[in-house]
């Protein structure tokens, strides 16, 4: 089915383990964008993408890895998961007019 | 830098009440896009609608209506005759601005909407 999706859909891991959350669309939009949101801070960008192998910070990057080999996927790994990681994570794409379209989300818990 | 302000953190109406919800916004940028957002109880993020800055032609879709004005730097989203399926988290957004030139888009923090029946 067309469209952008993320898996898995809820995660729960543990204090220091390596997790990558998975996000693919299907629209070949150049943009890409993972976001995480949490009560009280809304909707924060983590890491966004113009193209294949081109990514770049955005506001709260700390903690967390990307990469770009297709431009249809954009894994986001978190190296070492800590409990403040615990959050819903959106992944969203778009093309150059700017609205985003986003994935389901991930729910993830780090015990 | 841009910045999206909602003042309204909570709205509760009851049904068939009209509710509109405030957005304002800082940017540099003469030409930018605007957008809402909205997030129901299920969790996923909807796209309502963009604005081009250059267009301040007021726009209807059903019971949605919005406003923008950029004099005052805002774009005020009215849902007319509310009813429970609206109640949601709605976020208002900013970006494409070409100084920027990245498209990334600034949201506001978003107000919950609670309509009763």
């Known amino acids: 089915d067309a469209g952008i999706t993320q898996s898995p859909r809820y995660k729960i891991t543990e204090t220091g383990r390596q997790v990558t959350l998975m996000c693919h669309q299907t629209?070949?939009?150049?943009?890409m964008f993972w976001y995480r949101q949490d009560l009280g801070h809304g909707l924060r960008l983590i890491y966004y993408?113009?193209?294949?192998?081109?990514?770049d910070k955005g506001e709260v990057p700390d903690g967390y890895v990307v990469s770009r080999s297709k431009t249809e996927n954009f894994p986001l790994t978190l190296e070492s998961a800590t409990r403040s990681q615990t959050s819903v994570y959106f992944c969203?794409?778009?093309?150059?007019?700017?609205?985003?379209?986003f994935g389901p989300g991930t729910r993830l818990t780090v015990l | 830098a841009q910045k999206v302000t909602q003042a309204q953190t909570e709205i509760s109406v009851v049904e068939k009440e009209d509710v509109t919800l405030d957005c304002v916004y800082e940017?540099?940028?003469?030409?930018?896009?605007l957008f809402w957002y909205k997030q129901p109880p299920s969790g996923e993020l909807v796209f309502l609608i963009r604005r081009n800055s250059f267009d301040e032609q007021n726009e209807i879709s059903g019971r949605y209506s919005w406003n923008f004005q950029k004099s005052t730097s805002s774009f005020n989203f009215t849902i007319t005759a509310s009813q429970v399926v609206d109640s949601a988290v709605y976020f208002c957004?900013?970006?494409?601005?070409?100084?920027?030139?990245?498209?990334?888009?600034?949201f506001g923090a978003g107000t919950t909407v609670t309509v009763r029946a």
């Open positions: 940017t540099r940028d003469t030409t930018y896009y």
């Open positions: 993408s113009a193209a294949a192998d081109i990514t």
């Open positions: 629209w070949s939009h150049s943009y």
């Open positions: 969203a794409s778009s093309h150059q007019s700017g609205e985003q379209f």
């Open positions: 957004a900013l970006g494409g601005g070409r100084t920027t030139n990245d498209y990334k888009l600034s």
